[in-house]
């Protein structure tokens, strides 16, 4: 019985521990937001947070970027390095 309300207690505090820490703001994306959201929605195209997973740094984004545009699945001469910058800084 002890060790079970000493266990509970446990996983308590350590749940409430964290709640107060501070959340790391979100980078404001302007370029990303003007030029790519409404299409990167999760139901046209996948999302930023996709993205963001799937491509590790703005070299491997701008390589499949230049795919997606050569296959005609991305609309070409849209600032793709400056979102790529805003992404990844």
Avoid: R, S
């Avoid at 139901?43 to 795919?67: F, G, H, P, R, S």
């Avoid at 699945?73 to 800084?89: C, F, H, I, Q, S």
């Amino acid at each position: 019985m002890k060790k079970t309300l000493i266990l509970g207690l446990a996983v308590a505090t350590a749940a409430v521990a964290g709640c107060g820490q501070k959340q790391e703001a979100a980078k404001p994306t302007p370029e990303w937001n003007a030029n790519c959201a409404h299409c990167h929605n999760g139901n046209m195209a996948v999302t930023k947070d996709t993205i963001l997973a799937k491509y590790k740094d703005k070299v491997q984004l701008l390589n499949a970027v230049k795919e997606f545009v050569k296959a005609g699945k991305m609309p070409p001469n849209l600032p793709y390095g400056k979102v790529a910058d805003e992404l990844y800084k």
